[in-house]
């Protein structure tokens, strides 16, 4: 699975560089060569979900006592990233200048 650079269109990204992408991890386009992101106010709303995963799951275990809903949270976790890989689009980034 590929997904599309925002510079030059080509389906050059691959799976391990978008997952890199979300981390916060910048990467170099395989066919143009320029540098690469994830849209950070979107990322920033997919870390939200991600803390809101954990507080929730681990407050209903508080309130009820079930370990079933650790399981939960790492299947809604692993949900989260799918998504945040299938639909979070790449950026652009400015070349750096040199210094």
Not at 39 to 63: D, Q, R, T
């Amino acid at each position: 699975m590929h997904f599309k650079c925002p510079h030059c269109g080509e389906q050059s990204v691959s799976l391990r560089e978008k997952i890199k992408t979300g981390l916060w991890g910048i990467i170099h386009c395989q066919a143009c060569g320029r540098r690469v992101a994830a849209y950070p106010w979107i990322l920033a709303g997919v870390y939200f979900a991600h803390v809101w995963n954990v507080m929730w799951w681990v407050g209903m275990y508080h309130f009820n006592g079930k370990p079933i809903y650790f399981a939960y949270m790492v299947l809604v976790w692993a949900l989260i990233e799918a998504l945040s890989v299938r639909f979070v689009p790449l950026a652009r980034l400015r070349s750096r200048r040199p210094s």
